[in-house]
């Protein structure tokens, strides 16, 4: 099996900025892609960010303050948030794609007053 472990979130007022890692272990042969996804209370799952090769993709709301990597050596992905927004605000997973089978972390808390 494929374990992530996320780690980075907290309380932090608008304006502000995150760094958000997940760390992957496990049965790791060949990484398709990686991503960060969130959830607001209430709404679903969304895609924020996600790595595919050297290609990237974010959701329109956080292009230009968002900005998602990832260190192959250590099968790390990660995120880094800046101009957090109240609106940002969510538990945001970490999402391995291998061989057709997608993995997901426990979430971490992201918080962002106004």
């Known amino acids: 099996q494929v374990q992530l472990v996320e780690s980075g979130g907290g309380l932090v007022q608008a304006g502000g900025s995150l760094r958000l890692s997940c760390a992957a272990s496990g049965r790791i042969f060949s990484i398709n892609a990686m991503g960060w996804y969130r959830q607001a209370p209430g709404n679903q799952r969304e895609l924020v960010a996600r790595i595919t090769g050297g290609s990237t993709n974010y959701a329109d709301s956080v292009k230009g303050r968002f900005t998602i990597s990832r260190d192959n050596a250590k099968n790390t992905v990660y995120l880094q948030m800046n101009s957090l927004k109240p609106e940002d605000t969510a538990v945001y997973y970490c999402?391995?794609?291998?061989?057709?089978?997608?993995?997901w972390g426990q979430g971490t808390q992201v918080t962002v007053s106004s």
């Open positions: 999402k391995l794609d291998q061989n057709y089978s997608g993995y």
